[in-house]
């Protein structure tokens, strides 16, 4: 049977920050349970393609990129990057060795 797990709190905390330093070129989706959360939902185009892949309407965590301390959903089950085909050779060896043996 098909499990839910919930990513490592430092896992998920490396996601962000590699986000904040990343955010031209990539967003991240968080999944909690049924929920969806964005760190920003003012990047029209990764919220179209967030919307376009999945997620109907996903919510922005609370703080978002503004605050020092976003707070992420706290049983975080799935995250997603995304980023546009011209930034992919950049994006995706970079969250490979982000994830390597956590995910």
Known sequence: PLQSVTL???????VVEWGRSNRGDASILFVDGDEHYV???SDEYALFMH??????????VEGGWSGTSP???G??????VICSPEKMDIVK????RLVAGQA
Do not use: G
């Open 93 to 96: 060896p970079q969250v490979q």
């Open 8 to 14: 490592p709190d430092k896992l998920v905390k490396e």
């Open 39 to 41: 760190m920003d939902r």
């Open 51 to 60: 919307k376009h892949l999945l997620d109907p309407d996903p919510l922005q």
């Open 71 to 73: 707070k992420i959903p």
């Open 75 to 80: 049983h975080v089950n799935l995250m997603r």
